[in-house]
Every structure is written in structure tokens, then in C-alpha cells.
């Protein structure tokens, strides 16, 4: 009787387990359906704004987008009304620093976490931007320069849904002549010739990196090495450059694309030098808004320091620590040559617009008051006030920067795209660029992270 009973404890155990492995087969049914619907669609590619639109999303995909009243919304979808909102792609930053949040020095932040903020470990912090950046509707970022083992790990972390943050691609460090003084030595990756540039182009390949970014003042051979060795790998290049001659190198030995070409501190370029580069189509990214637009724009509002919404997104001891290294910002070093810097703010940026360069949108944020947050918007808003339509910077910063990370699935609200979408108060385009930076829905890969301004989901701590 005994035996039976276990016997048939057994069976039925067996028959649960049974159930639960093929039901789901069994029934297996469309995902639901998510509408956002009655808003302003700005879709990234080159057509005007659409009213009173709709679209559809299915699992991870878009599977429908156009005016409201073409498309039907399924019995039992989920409605998201956007009215009096504009929905349009996630924004991506071509260039951006994880292990960085905007402290007012860049060596004293280091020390920071090596003293008083210890508990944090440089993949920790990673993890507050990579929230910060979702947070404010970033859904896929470039992260230009981190420590190699931390950046590959988070990427892949996020990829398999363990931590929120935006769809990375990551260089580890900068392959250079002279390591960064002030940060983590892993984060430089130091060479004394191109043979070692070359290895050390295949080491960080084999390590997982994405792409490759060399740094400014290696010698004309250590470009063409370094170029060589990472296309070999079917991986780009992305060059910091300011010097001219650098610049020409870069050129020259066909690094992909060009980064910090705005940014301040020298004269307007050689314009054959610009329109040549213009003509290749490959993109630069000018991270005009570090630095010398930071720095009037807190001059002009000191308070911006102190936002509560920026507030909300960071630890209480991160934020009484971030405080302090404000209270005489205008001394930074980083701010050292602020003067010289802002004569050619913006001729740089007009430069390249004039010339017609094809146009990638990174902030180089993390760095002093350039917040993962706001950087982003800070730098559209410099290349409309230079002269960039509105729209194009849009689609400069969702479809273009999505063709610069080779990832033509998202960059654009269209049927196959993967949802990566933000919903933003008002009208972005004719009203004020600035409404981005209170975004109020955000959706990456179809899953909903924010909405109606409220994170659904938690801060890391
Ligand atoms: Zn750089
Ligand atoms: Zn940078």
C-alpha cells in the first residue's frame, strides 16, 4: 500500500512535470500586443513628423507605425496613450564613458572610488550610468574608453537582461603612447610601436571589445598598424583627435570614424583636409558639448548642479561626494584652457556642418558636469544652434549612430526595427529641443523601463 502510494506520488510528479514542460508549447500564443498611440511620431528617417499616430509593438519588434487612423489596435493590447507627447526612436550616443558620472575632476573621482566610495567597484558605477542612461532614453551607447574586463562583462550582462542599460558596444582602453595619468591603468593600453599597437589590437579583440579606439599622438605607422590589425578582426577604428596632423594620419590609414572633431582648443581645420574626410562618408562625432558648452551653460545656470531629477538617479553618498567636487569647479583643470577653447567652439562645430561631414552624436559624457543624463541632449542642442535642422539631428543620433554601431535593427520606429522607443513631453522639434531631457516613457528591446516618468525598475545600489 505504502509502495503504491509513492508509486503514484511518482507517477503524478512525473505527469506535473510532463505538463509544465509542453504546456507552454502546447499553447503557445503571439505575444501581447503593446500600442502607443494618439502621440507626435517622429520616426529617425527623413519624412516630416506624423500627428496623432500609432505603433504597434509584438515581443521585441515594432509591427506597425503610421497615423492612428490606418491602424488598428487588437482586442486585448496594452494602450499607452502618448497624446500630446512625441514618440520617436531611443537616442544613441556614439561616445560615451560608463565608468565615469560627471564628478567635477577626472583623477579626483578615481580617487574617490579607491578612498571614501570603495564599495564601489568600477563595474558597479557602470551599472549607475548604464541606469542613468536608459533612464533618460539612451537605448544604445558607444562606450569609448573603461577598463576592459568591467565594460565586456557589463555588456554582456545587459545583453542577457541581468542589469537594465542601453545596448553597448565597448572599446576597453585606448591604445596609446602614454597611459591617461589619473585613471586606472587598465584603462590605457600603452605601445611603444605599431607591431605592439597591432597586438595589442588582436589581445583586446580576443578579450571581447567591440571596436578599437586609438588614441591622439601615435605616429603616422601606429594608425596604419592599428587600422589594419582591427579591420583584419572585422572591427572598427574610432580615433580621439584634435591635432591636425593627427587628424591627417587618421585619415590616411582609414580609421572609421573620427571623434572629438568639434571639441574645442585649436583653429578650424584645413578645409581640404574636412572636405575630404566629408567625402568618404565616414562619420565624425564632434563632442562639441563637453567642456566649452558645459562650462557657459553652469556659468549661466549654476543650479543645473544641483537638479533633483539628476539627483534622483544617484546614490545619496555618490551625490554629497559629486557636491563637493562643484564647489570650485570654475578652477578644474579640466577647465584650465576654457578661454582659448571657447574662441573656437564654434567655428569647429559650423565647419563640419558646412562642409557637409557625415554626422554621429556623442557627448563624451562622464566627464566633468557632462552628465550621463543630459550630455546627450546638450550636444543635439549644439548642432541645432550651429545649423543643423532639428529632424537631422534627430536621425543623427538614432539612425546614423545606429549605421555607425552596425546595427541597422534599431536607429528607426519602423515595422521589423527592434522597439527601442521614447516617449518625450510636447514637441521636440518646433517647441524646444530641451523637452528630451524629461523623457517620460522609455522601451528597449519591447520591454517597458519607464513610464509616465516613473522608473519600473529599481537604482542599483
Ligand atoms: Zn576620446
Ligand atoms: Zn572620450
Redesign the pocket.
Known amino acids: 500500500m505504502r509502495e503504491t502510494t509513492t508509486m503514484a506520488a511518482r507517477l503524478t510528479a512525473l505527469l506535473l512535470l510532463a505538463l509544465a514542460l509542453f504546456a507552454p508549447a502546447a499553447q503557445a500564443q503571439p505575444a501581447k500586443v503593446t500600442a502607443l498611440t494618439g502621440g507626435m511620431l517622429i520616426s529617425g528617417l527623413s519624412v516630416p513628423p506624423l500627428h496623432h499616430a500609432t505603433v504597434l509593438i509584438q515581443g521585441e519588434r515594432i509591427i506597425a507605425a503610421g497615423p492612428a487612423s490606418e491602424i488598428p489596435i487588437p482586442a486585448g493590447a496594452t494602450i499607452i496613450d502618448t497624446s500630446g507627447q512625441t514618440m520617436m526612436p531611443g537616442l544613441i550616443d556614439a561616445?560615451?564613458?560608463l565608468f565615469m558620472v560627471g564628478y567635477g575632476d577626472e583623477a579626483a573621482w578615481f580617487e574617490w572610488l579607491r578612498t571614501d566610495g570603495k564599495k564601489y567597484s568600477i563595474e558597479k558605477i557602470m551599472e549607475l550610468s548604464a541606469y542613468q542612461m536608459l533612464m533618460s532614453g539612451i537605448t544604445s551607447a558607444i562606450d569609448?574608453?573603461g577598463t576592459p574586463i568591467e565594460s565586456v562583462s557589463l555588456r554582456k550582462r545587459i545583453n542577457a537582461g541581468e542589469v537594465p542599460g542601453p545596448r553597448l558596444q565597448v572599446s576597453g582602453p585606448?591604445v596609446t603612447r602614454r597611459a591617461f595619468a589619473g585613471f586606472p591603468a587598465e584603462a590605457s593600453a600603452v605601445i611603444t610601436s605599431p607591431k605592439e599597437g597591432a597586438e595589442t589590437v588582436d589581445r583586446l579583440f580576443k578579450m571581447g571589445v567591440d571596436v578599437i579606439?586609438a588614441h591622439a599622438g601615435l605616429t603616422r605607422e601606429d594608425y596604419f598598424a592599428i587600422v589594419k590589425a582591427a579591420h583584419a578582426n572585422k572591427i572598427k577604428v574610432h580615433a580621439?583627435l584634435y591635432a591636425e596632423q593627427d587628424v591627417r594620419n587618421a585619415f590616411d590609414a582609414g580609421v572609421d570614424v573620427f571623434?572629438?572633431m568639434g571639441s574645442g582648443g585649436g583653429p578650424t581645420y584645413d578645409p581640404e583636409l574636412v572636405r575630404a574626410i566629408a567625402g568618404t562618408n565616414r562619420p565624425v562625432v564632434l563632442?562639441a558639448a563637453h567642456r566649452s558648452y558645459v562650462y557657459p551653460e553652469t556659468v549661466a545656470f549654476p543650479g543645473r548642479l544641483e537638479d533633483p531629477v539628476l539627483k534622483s538617479l544617484f546614490p545619496a553618498d555618490i551625490w554629497d561626494a559629486m557636491q563637493k567636487s562643484f564647489e570650485h569647479w570654475p578652477s578644474d583643470s579640466y577647465f584650465a584652457s576654457i578661454t582659448r577653447q571657447a574662441r573656437f567652439r564654434s567655428p569647429l562645430v559650423k565647419q563640419w556642418i558646412e562642409l557637409n561631414a557625415m554626422m554621429g552624436v556623442?557627448t563624451?559624457s562622464?566627464?566633468p558636469m557632462n552628465f550621463n543624463t543630459d550630455g546627450l541632449i546638450r550636444e543635439m542642442k549644439a548642432l541645432v544652434d550651429e545649423g543643423l535642422p532639428v529632424l537631422e539631428v534627430i536621425a543623427d543620433t538614432t539612425r546614423v549612430n545606429a549605421r555607425i554601431m552596425d546595427n541597422p535593427q534599431t536607429g528607426a520606429i519602423e515595422p521589423g526595427k527592434l522597439a527601442d522607443i521614447i516617449v518625450v513631453p510636447g514637441d521636440p522639434v518646433y517647441h524646444r529641443l530641451s523637452n528630451l531631457m524629461f523623457v517620460n516613457t522609455v522601451i528597449k528591446n519591447g520591454v517597458i523601463y519607464k513610464q509616465d516618468g516613473k522608473p519600473l525598475i529599481a537604482m542599483p545600489q
Open positions: 561616445h560615451a564613458h569609448l574608453g585606448l579606439k580621439h571623434q572629438h563632442t556623442g563624451d562622464g566627464t
